[in-house]
């Protein structure tokens, strides 16, 4: 009798004779290489730094593209939008110290928008670790410490043998619902050394399947084919499980009203008559949720944006799906099921019946008309018409990349994405320089698409530096740049916050059409009725372009806030 614990993969004829004379001259670096090599790894994003060095000559020896960015942050930006596009773990190589903590901001954002990034540093010599300070160039007390609560997990390879697991294993998590950034690191001494170590030629890395437990399935059925005003709030875990299909399987079946969060732009058709879009930042919207006697939450936390900050209390029944643990009622009690979305949308869909409701297309109508209504008696026909003109550019599949801007923040609710996976925005951290180097990974994971990145000055000042990435490599990216002369959220957010003051929100900038130039990446300024034309233009341009828009835009009136009578 064979049981499972016997079978073992026998060495093929090849791996014997690669074993026994393995090519001479191999380092550690060279065993990083192989094992991503092996896990499927074609493209890796970073920048050398002296420990890492030898990690990157393994890499300029193999068959690897290496896309090397100009600060270690903007190439973390890189990585996680090729991670989101793709869906595949992504390596970012990095040096040790100031390198490695230059990519944290990034690693943040990918953790917040689960995206799979697989971050490989150097370390100081095996020597200098455990806490010892023997005064390495670099050298950080505890290097993997200042991660640690950022990434999804830490892997340390401390010899030669251990780097093919090490990766493996962070590979695994990477990739294991909810996705997200892990940390590898190695110290410079190991990726030195010459190894007899046999190449790596066979890696299992295999992520698990986050399955929901089949009685909680069942009873969110149940309750969902018997609701009387069910909705669902589609989060951004229906996009990076690829599950927008099954959603709107669902919500027919169900003639359930969907809405879109922030980050699961796309998810569900914009024009569909189930569609309530994206308008969260809306008390209207709220009042429609909160009504729902079963709310279906899939792939979301209900965080603040999500929520319309926290102003959302849900008085009926609510069925979260959720991959990540930590979010997982962790704002509303729910019946919660911890899985990945995909799955547990395939469960509802074998379980749950069909369920007849004639009148929902007709309420959700009415509550988008009611914020028309809103939106129509505010002096915001500027900010609506730059969407509207983004949008009729923009090819319908062309990922499109947003910075913390007004504009964004816009495009948050009002922006229709056409299909999943074609928007994404740095809301899940928050922080500012996300578009353009997001875009530039974005232009290496789909080479043949344009692909549009949207800022305002201070943002772009955080990127300057990459239109020499965008030249250097050719990259097919077009960058629009809304120039208010400042800090324009944090201008009106302070203005309304503190009667009028603001501080340290206004900006001496370049002028970003003759910078862009000095780069040899052509320019334009344009204005909001030209902006249809000439970003239709600069898409159509091959290789990168820039756009410079001079407006100051403002924000949609808030519903969240108490409201303020006179006198008072």
């Known amino acids: ?11 093929t004829d090849a791996q014997r004779a690669a074993a026994l004379a393995p090519p001479p001259g191999r380092t550690g670096g060279d065993l990083v290489v192989e094992t991503l090599r092996g896990l499927g790894a074609t493209t890796v994003f970073g920048l050398p730094g002296q420990h890492a060095l030898s990690l990157f000559d393994a890499v300029g020896r193999s068959d690897l593209r290496l896309i090397g960015l100009r600060t270690e942050n903007n190439a973390g930006f890189a990585a996680d939008a090729y991670g989101r596009i793709t869906g595949e773990a992504v390596p970012l190589l990095l040096s040790t110290g100031p390198g490695a903590l230059m990519a944290l901001p990034a690693l943040a954002e990918a953790a917040a928008a689960s995206a799979p990034v697989l971050a490989i540093a150097s370390q100081v010599p095996v020597a200098g670790l455990g806490g010892g300070r023997r005064g390495h160039l670099h050298e950080l007390r505890d290097q993997s410490a200042s991660f640690r609560d950022v ?6 390879a401390r010899t030669p043998s251990q780097i093919p697991s090490a990766i493996a294993e962070a590979w695994e998590s990477a990739l294991t619902a909810p996705h997200g950034p892990v940390w590898v690191e190695i110290p410079e001494d190991v990726l030195r050394a010459e190894t007899m170590i046999p190449q790596v030629t066979a890696v299992d890395a ?11 399935t069942a009873l969110a059925a149940h309750w969902l084919e018997r609701a009387s005003r069910p909705v669902i709030i589609a989060g951004g875990g229906v996009v990076r499980s690829d599950a927008a299909g099954k959603l709107r399987q669902l919500a027919e079946r169900l003639s359930a009203p969907v809405v879109t969060t922030f980050g699961a732009k796309g998810a569900f058709p914009w024009t569909h008559p189930l569609s309530l879009q994206s308008w969260l930042e809306d008390r ?11 709310l279906l939450v899939v792939g979301s936390g209900l965080g603040e944006l999500s929520s319309n900050y926290h102003t959302f209390f849900p008085e009926g029944r609510v069925v979260q799906i959720e991959a990540d643990l930590g979010k997982l009622e962790s704002n509303h009690a729910a019946l919660g099921i911890h899985a ?5 949308l395939q469960a509802l869909l074998e379980t749950v019946g069909e369920r007849q409701d004639p009148e929902a297309p007709e309420r959700v109508r009415l509550l988008l008309s009611e914020i028309e209504t809103r939106l129509s008696a505010q002096d915001v026909a500027l900010e609506r018409g730059l ?22 923040y816009w495009a948050w609710s009002a922006f229709d994405a056409k299909h999943p996976n074609t928007m994404h925005s740095a809301q899940g951290a928050g922080g500012l320089g996300y578009a353009f180097p997001a875009a530039l990974g974005a232009c290496v994971a ?13 943002g772009a000042m955080y990127s300057i530096a990459d239109l020499a990435t965008a030249k250097q490599y050719d990259l097919d990216v077009t960058w629009l740049i809304v120039d208010d002369g400042g800090y324009g959220i944090l201008r009106e957010y302070m203005a309304d916050s503190f009667e009028g003051r603001t501080t340290a929100t206004e900006l001496t900038r370049p002028d970003f059409a003759a910078l862009a130039e000095s780069f040899g990446v052509p320019a334009t300024t344009t204005t909001p009725e030209t902006l249809r034309e000439d970003l239709a233009k600069s898409l159509a341009t091959p290789g990168p372009t820039v756009l410079v828009l001079p407006a100051t835009l403002k924000m949609f009136a808030p519903t969240h806030l108490p409201a303020v009578t006179p006198g008072n």
């Open 1 to 11: 009798m064979t049981h499972d614990h016997d079978l073992v993969l026998r060495p």
């Open 151 to 156: 990434v999804k997990s830490v892997h340390t």
């Open 206 to 216: 295999s992520p698990h399947e986050l399955a929901p437990r089949p009685e909680l």
């Open 284 to 294: 209207h919207m709220t009042d429609f949720l909160e009504d729902a006697d079963v």
């Open 340 to 344: 990945d979305a995909r799955l547990a």
């Open 387 to 408: 969407l509207a003109s983004i949008r009729a550019a923009l090819p319908a599949r062309s990922p499109s990349f947003w910075d913390m801007t007004i504009l964004s």
């Open 446 to 458: 789909e080479p043949d698409t344009p692909v549009l990145a949207v800022s305002g000055d201070g």
